[in-house]
């Protein structure tokens, strides 16, 4: 199975717009936050991609009724914790985060909101933040997640746009 991560597009609909035509064969697409409007353009435009999105609210989602997290159920024996992060205080530590996973019974934890792309195994937790779509504040590319779920186990990654 292969889940395609985004985050933080910021109304920045040209990266997102690519990055799903790049991977439209993904068996499920989950969208971190900061970035409601062009979830609801791509709804319009790719109705085909729509019913395999999963979408949470960000901090600059104002006004959204979308969910604040999501535990996800999207591979026998995994479980996704996902989350926009700036509830849970990714910008110092990512304990509160991966306890909260640990806690919903997940061992994949996802989040967003620093626009800095990170990738670690810690304690049973698979951590990754796809870093922002559109303005990276690492100095690298725009970029978005993959992880592949298998028998074989979980592998997740970064990709940078222009690589693929």
Known sequence: MKIIVISD???YYRNFETILLQQKEADAFIHLG???SEY????QAMPELADRFYCIKGNCDYGSELPQYRVIDIYPGHRIFATHGHRYGVNYSLEHLTQTARENGCD?????HTHVSY???????YVLNPGSASHPRDGKAPSYGVIDISRAGV???VVFLGQH
């Open 9 to 11: 597009t910021h109304q």
């Open 34 to 36: 900061d970035g409601e």
């Open 40 to 43: 609801r353009l791509l709804c």
């Open 108 to 112: 994949i934890a996802l989040y967003g």
């Open 119 to 125: 990738n670690s195994y810690t304690d049973g937790v």
């Open 155 to 157: 592998m997740t990654n």
